[in-house]
T-cell receptor, first 118, second 118 residues
Framework: KAGVTQTPRYLIKTRGQQVTLSCSPISGHRSVSWYQQTPGQGLQFLFEYFSETQRNKGNFPGRFSGRQFSNSRSEMNVSTLELGDSALYLC?????????????????FGEGSRLTVL | AQSVTQLGSHVSVSEGALVLLRCNYSSSVPPYLFWYVQYPNQGLQLLLKYTSAATLVKGINGFEAEFKKSETSFHLTKPSAHMSDAAEYFCAVSDMDAGGTSYGKLTFGQGTILTVHP
């Protein structure tokens, strides 16, 4: 069974540009979560999608957005890039996003997209 | 809200020595707890999870962790370190609402970098 696939793996942008990152979850997984990882702030939750609906959101500005398609693939977008957006962006999938009684909330992560903003 | 504290941002051991990585959590509901490992330029790989069954949990690569409710701890151990264990380790708690659903959100500790010396 293929794991979580993220593209692109590496990208460089300049301030003010926008970027779109893509994530294909494990087959059969309907929940996709996104995390930002930086040396200073560690791993921070961005948002979660399930059946094309955003169900949960972290404390990030509106420049960070996402969506999910009917095949459960997900994209996240960051507009008006700032230097501080340089990070490893991790996508994770699970069957149900930790629904009570269905699973334990464990997530399966992709290898990440490393964004550098110059 | 749940929180996780990992004691020690860096741990150094000799090959063959005991590995002990410390994690304390705070949770308003019975927690689901996880340890993940991250190798350079890779995503997070699940080592083991606690889901309220056995308090001593065995994971991959010879790692295990013990859930101690009285101490709110979930420390990770391995009897004999191997060079290949050098990586960053993250403890995480499933950030569940009162109904027991986490909506794809894990709260992570700041990570512990494990160095193994020959």
């Amino acid at each position: 069974k293929a794991g979580v696939t993220q593209t692109p793996r590496y990208l460089i942008k300049t301030r003010g540009q926008q970027v779109t990152l893509s994530c294909s979850p494990i087959s059969g997984h309907r929940s996709v979560s996104w995390y930002q990882q930086t040396p200073g702030q560690g791993l921070q939750f961005l948002f979660e999608y399930f059946s094309e609906t955003q169900r949960n959101k972290g404390n990030f500005p509106g420049r960070f957005s996402g969506r999910q398609f009917s095949n459960s693939r997900s994209e996240m977008n960051v507009s008006t890039l700032e230097l501080g957006d340089s990070a490893l962006y991790l996508c994770a999938s699970s069957l149900s996003g930790g629904a009570a009684g269905l699973n334990t909330g464990e997530l399966f992560f992709g290898e990440g997209s490393r964004l550098t903003v110059l | 809200a749940q929180s996780v504290t990992q004691l020690g941002s860096h741990v150094s051991v000799s090959e063959g020595a005991l590995v002990l990585l410390r994690c304390n959590y705070s949770s308003s509901v019975p927690p689901y707890l996880f340890w993940y490992v991250q190798y350079p330029n890779q995503g997070l790989q699940l080592l083991l999870k606690y889901t309220s069954a056995a308090t001593l949990v065995k994971g991959i690569n010879g790692f295990e962790a013990e859930f101690k409710k009285s101490e709110t701890s979930f420390h990770l151990t391995k009897p004999s370190a191997h060079m290949s264990d050098a990586a960053e380790y993250f403890c995480a708690v499933s950030d569940m609402d009162a109904g027991g659903t986490s909506y794809g959100k894990l709260t992570f500790g700041q990570g512990t970098i494990l160095t193994v010396h020959p």
